[in-house]
């Protein structure tokens, strides 16, 4: 069989698929469906500072190929993802990403803060949430202000820390790189772009935030392309998503240079998407005689 294990950031992973924060909650709806220590990790929904309702509804559209959302980081706060979740999520054996956002540096370094010492692996620390109105893409579209929430975040915490980072940019090498130089120890992208949909009946948006973030296999091109051009940019590795339908996709953005790669808004459609992932990644391999799934990370060959 190949090995499809792989070392981010210095951790073992037993395969690179990994559920992307805010398409997975924090896995108990999927339980139902599989083995969470199946998937080689869990990146779970963004967590705060304080518990936050989210934008009014509605909040969430289907758009051709994909889906726009404005739920702006509804969630119960540090507290009580540490209290209630993570016990929970600590039982499967599987790497639990923690992501984390915050209306200011200060406040996603407490978040981090308090996460020392508990039983997550990684931070994801998301600089690119285009659904609220402080922090999120405030942070994530400037390379100072990338660069600023990344070390107070890395100051705060000796867990390995993951930046996500936003595609509403004109050039993502540019927040990579400086997020490197913060001191971030990998990289994920792409977050939602921006979009809007609009009802001809009433002319007034379909989302009560007006805009929000697409997802879907509508923007795989864009993440495939964005991952390539950081992966050649930084020496830090890649988590790759945006898009992913498919073993196909994965290994796709994998020969782009993602050495891990996220599912998200393909969950809703499927509830096995992960785990169909992992077996047709398996199985391509095997077609294609790899024996071992790292040897096709950034393999692509530029014209």
């Not at 890395?154 to 540019?174: C, F, G, H, Q, Y």
Request: charged residues 20%; proline residues 5%; glycine residues 10%.
């Amino acid at each position: 069989m190949t090995k499809l294990n792989v070392n981010f950031c210095g951790l073992d992973f037993k395969n690179p698929i990994i559920p992307a924060s805010g398409t997975f909650g924090y896995g108990r709806e999927y339980e139902k469906f599989y083995s969470l220590s199946r998937l080689g990790g869990i990146s779970v929904k963004g967590t705060t500072l304080n518990p936050r309702q989210g934008n009014p509804a509605p909040r969430v559209a289907e758009t051709p190929s994909g889906m726009l959302n404005s739920v702006g980081l509804q969630n119960g706060g540090v507290d009580k993802f540490i209290s209630y979740e993570l016990p929970h999520l600590s039982k499967c054996d599987t790497r639990i990403i923690a992501n984390i956002a915050g209306a200011t540096a200060e406040e996603c370094a407490e978040v981090a803060k308090k996460l020392n010492g508990q039983k997550v692996d990684m931070i994801e620390l998301n600089i690119s949430c285009p659904n609220v109105k402080q922090g999120g893409a405030a942070f994530g579209t400037n390379p100072c202000t990338a660069a600023e929430v990344t070390k107070a975040v890395r100051n705060a915490t000796s867990i390995p820390l993951m930046v996500k980072l936003s595609p509403n940019v004109t050039d993502i090498t540019e927040i990579a790189k400086a997020v490197e130089g913060a001191g971030a120890d990998a990289v994920s992208l792409i977050n939602t772009l921006l979009g809007m949909r609009i009802d001809i009946n009433t002319g007034r948006p379909i989302l009560k935030n007006n805009v929000g973030g697409l997802s879907g296999a509508a923007v795989f091109p864009i993440a495939v392309r964005m991952v390539w051009q950081v992966a050649n940019a930084v020496k830090i590795p890649v988590c790759g998503m945006g898009g992913v339908c498919s073993g196909e996709d994965a290994i796709e953005l994998m020969m782009a240079g993602a050495t891990t790669v996220q599912v998200g808004a393909y969950n809703f459609q499927n509830p096995y998407a992960c785990i169909d992932i992992i077996e047709q990644m398996e199985k391509w391999c095997k077609k294609h005689g790899v024996n071992d799934i790292k040897d096709i990370i950034g393999t692509v060959k530029p014209w």
